[in-house]
């Protein structure tokens, strides 16, 4: 208890105390109790010695400075952030004039395009563009009225899981899978060549003797490293080549080729080399012509102009206005449509164009060979002839013996030659022509860039005969359809008199019988019947036979039903 000074004695007398479970209770208590009081002094200089608490402050002091003097740059973000954009935009071009805002009365939907920022066009078609003269040009309120906003994996198929995990192993010995076995039987069975003549042709670069359907067949049967042990293995073990199928033995004698890979893929090479020449020549040539006639065409340039001026009409109060935009902007054209749903931003641009710039509708006959300058990444098929060419001299360094291979080399080193200078003006037309245009030539090929434009006039021609078609309905007259015109002479016996006529004769048959010699009406009438003949009308009413006399149509017909009345009384 000398020690108590510290208060670690206390403690440990406290510990023992409770461990012993004292009766005393009292003197427990007094012990707990004395406990806080020696300790309280070393609790007061234990706060102040240990370094935890301290720490905790210190790097809350050096976070915490920043904020005093920070505050208006924190600001700045939140509501400045257009401002540092638009700086950095006017900081990155001297040459481009800083577009004003454009105030619209109504609420216009945003044209979703990939805008270009002021450092972006410099040296691209945008950076000749004025779209604001174009906006003072046209009255773009029936724009604003025709565009405002309405309101201001495959699952998994389960049995083709259980045939594999049921798929058995065959009980005979083989050095090929089944189906691979199988499928190289069919292939060998189309060609009709024995191994060795197949073997042999390969190993000489016979390309006369195969065709190139079964050497492209024949690559997909190069030995795997599985296949190979396996062979080695069944060699090893010194079994007879008579047990195996005769797909197994065209392997075991196919491995046994130095540098298969290489041979196989020379020949081919060699074969479609004359083919892929005729195919990448003039493609190389339309995209070299496609390349110069979108890059001077005048006409797209001022197309391009409108549609910049209006996409900014659009977005200007909103995201602010639009330097130039990317050439897949021009998709958006048909998916923006009008207030009532009846028409595209792509109609009524087509539309404006045929009102007041009708020297732009033929736009489409200045860009020439675009559909087969898109066809597929020509300049890597180029490539990968350099490649082909560069396998086959490696052949021939190895089999410098072989006439084959000195022969299409020969033949053929001059012409790639001369088509990799193609390829290279080519890529030099097409790399200029994309940078004008604000595109990037590394990301964007050829199958990528042209088809934009394809798609675009496509649609352009779509809208004019959409709108031709509408004018059409408009103008065409609400006029009734016109009655049948009848002929000069119509029927002896119209239709609605014969009710009459009916009627007649009841009322006649109800009368007193006419006397065969009354007033001599019925001798005339048979007199005036026979002294005229019969003769057809016209020939639509061929067979109904009139009679041509001196009386009249409507005498004769009263007449004659009146004598043939009077005939039927007195049978």
Not at 126 to 135: A, V
Not at 271 to 294: D, H
Not at 333 to 361: A, G
Not at 374 to 387: C, F, H, K, P
Request: glycine share 4%.
């Amino acid at each position: 208890m000398g020690r108590s000074s510290s208060g670690h004695l206390d403690v440990q007398v406290v510990q023992q105390n409770m461990k012993q479970k004292a009766a005393d209770q009292v003197d427990t208590g007094n012990n707990l109790q004395a406990v806080p009081t020696t300790e309280a002094p070393p609790q007061s200089e234990s706060v102040q010695a240990p370094p935890p608490p301290p720490p905790l402050p210190a790097p809350s002091s050096t976070t915490a400075p920043p904020p005093p003097p920070p505050p208006p740059a924190a600001l700045l973000p939140s509501g400045g952030g257009r401002t540092q954009a638009s700086a950095d935009a006017t900081a990155g071009t001297s040459n481009c004039k800083k577009k004003k805002a454009i105030q619209t009365k109504y609420r216009m939907p945003l044209f979703n395009w990939q805008a270009l920022k002021s450092n972006q066009v410099a040296g691209t078609i945008f950076s000749e563009l004025d779209d604001e003269r174009i906006l003072e040009e046209l009255n773009m309120a029936a724009f604003e009225e025709q565009f405002k906003t309405k309101a201001q994996s495959t699952p998994v198929d389960l049995g083709t899981l259980k045939k594999k995990m049921a798929h058995k192993s065959p009980s005979k010995v083989s050095l090929m899978e089944p189906n691979r076995a199988k499928n190289l039987a069919i292939t060998l069975r189309k060609e009709g060549m024995a191994a060795s003549d197949i073997c042999c042709v390969i190993e000489t670069y016979n390309l006369k003797a195969l065709s190139l359907d079964f050497l492209e067949l024949l690559e997909r049967f190069i030995p795997t490293e599985y296949e190979m042990k396996l062979i080695h293995n069944y060699e090893c073990e010194g079994r007879p080549l008579d047990e195996l199928s005769e797909e197994d033995r065209f392997m075991v004698r196919f491995s046994k080729i130095p540098r298969l890979s290489q041979r196989i893929s020379t020949l081919t090479f060699m074969g479609n080399f004359p083919e892929s020449v005729q195919l990448i020549q003039p493609q190389l040539n339309a995209i070299i012509a496609a390349s110069m006639s979108i890059k001077s065409s005048t006409k797209l340039k001022k197309i391009l102009e409108i549609i910049l001026a209006f996409g900014n009409y659009m977005n200007s109060s909103k995201r602010g206005a639009a330097y130039g935009f990317r050439l897949q902007s021009l998709d958006l054209l048909l998916d923006t449509k009008s207030t009532d749903r009846k028409q595209t931003l792509m109609h009524f641009i087509v539309n404006i164009i045929q009102e007041k710039y009708p020297e732009l509708q033929s736009f489409h006959t200045e860009l020439h060979f675009l559909d087969k300058a898109s066809l597929g990444n020509i300049l890597q098929d180029l490539r990968a002839l350099e490649r082909g060419m560069e396998g086959t001299k490696r052949e021939f360094s190895i089999e410098k013996d072989n006439p084959v291979l000195q022969s299409f080399l020969n033949s053929n080193m001059e012409l790639l030659n001369c088509l990799i200078a193609d390829g290279k003006t080519a890529q030099d037309a097409y790399d200029s022509a994309v940078e004008y245009f604000g595109e990037n030539p590394k990301t964007t090929p050829p199958s990528m860039f042209f088809p934009i434009l394809i798609r675009f006039i496509k649609a352009y021609k779509q809208a004019e005969l959409d709108i031709e078609q509408r004018n059409k309905q408009h103008e065409a007259p609400l006029t009734p359809p016109k009655p049948e015109v009848m002929g000069n002479k119509g029927p002896m016996m119209p239709r609605a008199p014969q009710m009459d006529l009916i009627a007649e004769l009841k009322k006649r048959q109800m009368s007193p019988l006419v006397r065969e010699g009354k007033d001599g009406a019925i001798e005339d009438i048979i007199t005036a019947l026979k002294s005229v003949p019969f003769t057809a009308r016209s020939a639509k009413r061929s067979s109904r036979l009139f009679c041509d006399s001196v009386f009249s149509e409507e005498v004769m017909s009263s007449n004659l039903l009146l004598l043939i009345m009077t005939l039927s009384l007195y049978l």
